[in-house]
């Protein structure tokens, strides 16, 4: 019986594809955070050099992969779909399940099929170095290594809570020359500011996020980079969808549902919008996006303009958030711990073509233990939210009397999160659920800022 299918390095995608010129409708505006204008490629050069800036925005719906860039992936990719028929017949269940494994890159994710990418377009630019922050350090691992490859030094601002649960993350990131701190760090005026009012703050992406523009603000020689939610890291993930595509043919099969862990959007998008082109032509699949309960953007946050980051330093976007002043508990899957989500993935959420569903932690362990006992493979506890999903979807279809094909992304392994499994098997894991009047409060503050905003720029425009 077939249990993988393995595509050639000929086989690696020679575009991306870009979901923009297949919505619906089109995204909202992205505003500054200072004047709430749209932002201009002006706007934006200090972060970004223009390559990127170009995809951002780009309508093409193919954008063409340099050759480099093919080779850099090379080295892990195409990465392989697995039959999971060891956690079928643990399950019991009569669907078919399958699975996207990112875990082989030399970072243990999907984060460098973006970090390689980024660094070229930045060499290429003749930019020095980059900065950017990392949530449980899957992303800043893969941009150390990324800058490696193409000859740039990298910054790595790591949420606390992440830099001291996960301290081999750091080492990977050191291994490949970039300098770490823990984020909110002494090294910016936001992380300063931070310091002051909370000396104990485990901190958030958002801080995070904050430090890392700051820094690239404030430097000639350094742009920003960011691992997930951005237009363009999204386009870079899709050769993950495109694989599975072809590969899913290989095994004379079609999912019924694709699912992906969700926290900015990456590894979901990637996995899901060349389904997505699919279902925009009449196919029946279903776009699952899976999230924990304790930051619950996609479920429980509201649709509407906020920042980026927690200084409002980036620019202002229409997501699904908690607001940008949210701070996660320190649940392990750090990758997921983020207030907001991916401005295409908000925008599809609210019509109603992406679906999403939230997880505690602890039940999400337990699937990834049964699927690592089935399968084999450790699984990072962000992609736990995935097997989850899957397994609660192949349930639900036994109930219904139906056979479903599931597809899932597993997005890494769980090598460096061994802590994790050790605090799940010690029963010390705590579930918790955002409350929602927690967002409500958080959009209060967020409509009364933007509001202040909005006058003083109509006072602007007025006295000119």
């Known amino acids: 019986m077939k249990t993988k299918y393995l595509l050639s390095d000929e086989q690696i995608p020679r575009h991306w594809y870009n979901v923009l010129p297949d919505l619906p409708a089109p995204p909202a505006p992205v505003l500054h955070p200072a004047t709430l204008k749209p932002v201009t490629p002006d706007d934006l050069a200090p972060l970004f050099p223009m390559a990127l800036i170009e995809q951002e925005v780009s309508m093409q719906r193919e954008i063409p992969i340099p050759d480099e860039i093919r080779e850099a992936l090379a080295r892990w990719r195409p990465s392989p779909l697995y039959r999971a028929r060891g956690f079928e017949k643990a399950i019991g269940t009569r669907s078919r399940i399958y699975y996207k494994y990112e875990g082989l890159s030399p970072a243990g994710s999907h984060k460098p099929n973006t970090a390689v990418a980024q660094a070229f377009y930045n060499a290429k630019a003749g930019v020095r170095r980059l900065a950017t922050e990392t949530g449980a350090g899957q992303w800043g691992s893969a941009l150390a290594y990324g800058g490696q490859l193409f000859g740039l030094q990298v910054t790595v601002y790591m949420v606390r809570v992440s830099y001291e649960q996960k301290p081999y993350r750091r080492s990977m990131m050191h291994t490949w020359g970039a300098e770490v701190f823990p984020s909110p760090s002494d090294r910016t005026n936001c992380g300063r500011a931070i310091l002051r009012e909370t000396p104990s703050s485990t901190g958030s992406l958002g801080i995070a996020i904050s430090e890392a523009v700051e820094d690239a603000a404030t430097h000639d020689d350094t742009k920003y980079a960011l691992g997930s939610v951005l237009?363009?890291?999204?386009?870079?993930?899709?050769?993950?969808?495109?694989?599975?595509?072809?590969?899913?043919?290989?095994?004379?099969?079609?999912?019924?549902?694709?699912?992906?862990?969700?926290?900015?959007?990456?590894?979901?998008?990637?996995?899901?919008?060349?389904?997505?082109?699919?279902?925009?032509?009449?196919?029946?699949?279903?776009?699952?996006?899976?999230?924990?309960?304790?930051?619950?953007?996609?479920?429980?946050?509201?649709?509407?303009?906020?920042?980026?980051?927690?200084?409002?330093?980036?620019?202002?976007?229409?997501?699904?958030?908690?607001?940008?002043?949210?701070?996660?508990?320190?649940?392990?899957?750090?990758?997921?711990?983020?207030?907001?989500?991916?401005?295409?993935?908000?925008?599809?959420?609210?019509?109603?073509?992406?679906?999403?569903?939230?997880?505690?932690?602890?039940?999400?362990?337990?699937?990834?233990?049964?699927?690592?006992?089935?399968?084999?493979?450790?699984?990072?506890?962000?992609?736990?939210?995935a097997i989850r999903a899957a397994l609660e979807e192949a349930k639900r279809a036994d109930e219904e009397g139906k056979e479903r094909v599931i597809l899932f992304n597993l997005s890494g392994h769980g090598h460096f999160d061994l802590a994790a499994y050790d605090a799940y098997f010690a029963g010390k894991l705590e579930d918790f659920d955002y409350p929602r009047e927690a967002v409500e409060r958080s959009m209060a503050k967020l409509r009364w800022r933007c509001n202040a905003i909005a006058a003083r720029a109509r006072g602007a425009r007025t006295s000119r």
């Open 231 to 385: 237009n363009h890291v999204i386009l870079h993930q899709t050769v993950i969808g495109l694989e599975a595509q072809e590969q899913m043919k290989m095994a004379g099969d079609y999912p019924d549902v694709v699912i992906g862990c969700h926290g900015g959007g990456s590894n979901f998008s990637g996995i899901a919008f060349p389904f997505l082109r699919d279902k925009l032509h009449g196919k029946s699949v279903r776009l699952l996006a899976a999230e924990p309960a304790s930051c619950p953007s996609l479920t429980k946050g509201t649709y509407t303009f906020d920042y980026g980051d927690t200084a409002r330093m980036a620019p202002i976007v229409k997501m699904h958030t908690l607001g940008h002043d949210f701070v996660p508990p320190g649940i392990h899957a750090g990758g997921l711990r983020y207030h907001g989500a991916s401005p295409l993935v908000s925008l599809l959420v609210d019509q109603g073509l992406v679906q999403a569903v939230a997880f505690m932690q602890r039940p999400c362990f337990e699937s990834a233990v049964l699927f690592a006992r089935s399968e084999g493979i450790i699984a990072a506890p962000e992609s736990s939210h």
